[in-house]
């Protein structure tokens, strides 16, 4: 294969990626790593690399547009990414020691999690219960809805706090965003209405994925004649699912798709990491 075909596979491969992950709002990575070490057999560590940059591309591209609408709790997003940081790096040192196959096996898994996960119908949680950390921390906020700005608290901080570390354990050791992750902690856990929890989670990811790809540099992980054509397609990608999604009423059916293509992925990771074969 001359390296003009493996670019064009990873620009149009990334591109999907990038289509899908904006689509349902999990991310490309989930696509980008299994193309570039199932198709393209490239070492998983590279794939991880590359998939982080992508990560902190697309996060800095969209993140920017909910801050400056008011949707993204920045103060909660900062003091969440203390764990989610301190996670990442353990999860990127631990990923430079463990066989690539387990890493697989792990990421099969993380997959499947993730394509249950959004098929699951979102309810919106408006809290207004004064938690004691939350006030002292002044994590509470609010958001603007079609008639003004909705108030909302924070609860069970400690809980969502723990979450975020094995979320940024998880995004280190395979270069992904963990969103799905981000989002059960701030949704679930901590009673923030989805919207928001959705929006932080995309503010978190980049900074989260910076703290696990420095690791990746420092070991020689990050090719940039990789990464390039991933960020570029996954880029083009993003925005074209952004339009979609603009203009269609429903993204059920998407996330169906999503789920089918996931599931698929995650089955061949697993395969190939418990037979040794990545």
Known sequence: ?????????????????????SLTGLGGGFVIIPLLTLVLH????????????????????SAAAFVKEGITNLRLGMFLEIATT??????????THIPTSYIAVIFGLILIFSALLSLKKKA??????????????KLSGSYPGNNGAIDYSVTRVGGGFVMMIFAGIISGLLGIGSGALKVIAMDTIMRIPFKVSTTTSNFMIG??????????????????????????????GAFTGSKILVQSTSSR??????????????????YHGVTGKI
């Open 124 to 137: 919106e949680n408006i809290v207004r219960e004064k938690s004691y950390l939350a006030e002292k921390l």
């Open 42 to 61: 490239v070492d998983i560590h590279y794939a991880i690399g590359a998939s982080l940059v992508s990560v902190i591309a697309t996060s800095s591209g």
């Open 86 to 95: 301190a996670g990442a790096m353990c999860g990127a040192i631990l990923a």
């Open 207 to 236: 900074v989260t994925a910076s703290a696990s790809a420095v690791v990746y540099l420092q070991r020689g992980y990050i090719s940039p004649g990789l990464s390039m054509p991933v960020v570029i397609g996954v880029l083009a």
């Open 1 to 21: 294969m001359t390296i003009l075909v493996f670019t064009l596979i990873i620009l149009i491969g990334a591109y999907f990626a990038g289509l899908l992950g």
């Open 253 to 270: 059916w998407l996330r169906y798709i999503f789920a089918i293509v996931i599931s698929a992925l995650a089955v061949q990771m697993i």
